[in-house]
């Protein structure tokens, strides 16, 4: 790690789908986009800050839509409950965001800790869960029953 990053890929994140391992690469680039920010100073980095909030909340709505279309799509087991963490983590993102631009509790170094560390855990326990779920199912043949015309295209996904 750098001293403008606060985290950096590793294949051990991996879950072995490319497009959710695009998605969080790129979750990833946006909490260090956050963390160089909040070293440039206050009223530059404040600018900067907000800026790269935006974009990460508009991703992470795109990446969540993402793995639940997926997941729907293959009728995932664990649906609600992934969905939930999803929602929950949305919850959170926007109480903090808000909190920043009135000039709250949030202190900017606090909340990329909290998105690095939401991230990794979630990677970790849910999205690795839903991964190995996947590779399951194309192990055992049963993506190929799978309509191409339906939301997500499983060509892209792997």
């Given at each position: ?14 879950v072995g789908v490319k497009q959710i391992d695009r998605h969080h690469m790129k979750l990833i680039s946006l909490t ?35 793995e639940e279309k997926i997941m729907k799509r293959i009728n995932y087991p664990d649906y609600a409950k992934h969905k ?75």
């Amino acid at each position: 790690m750098s001293e403008k990053t606060v985290v950096q890929w590793q294949g051990s994140y991996s879950v072995g789908v490319k497009q959710i391992d695009r998605h969080h690469m790129k979750l990833i680039s946006l909490t260090n986009k956050l963390f160089s920010s909040c070293m440039a100073g206050k009223a530059k980095g404040r600018d900067a800050f907000l800026e790269i909030i935006h974009e990460a909340v508009e991703y992470t709505g795109y990446h969540f839509a993402t793995e639940e279309k997926i997941m729907k799509r293959i009728n995932y087991p664990d649906y609600a409950k992934h969905k939930q963490e999803h929602t929950d983590f949305v919850r959170e993102l926007y109480i903090n965001v808000d909190e920043f631009k009135t000039g709250k509790i949030l202190v900017p170094f606090q909340f990329v800790y909290f998105l690095r560390d939401w991230v990794l855990h979630h990677i970790a326990l849910c999205d690795k869960k839903l991964g190995n779920y996947l590779l399951l199912m194309k192990r055992n043949g049963h993506l190929r029953n799978l309509r191409r015309t339906q939301l997500v295209p499983i060509s892209f996904i792997f």
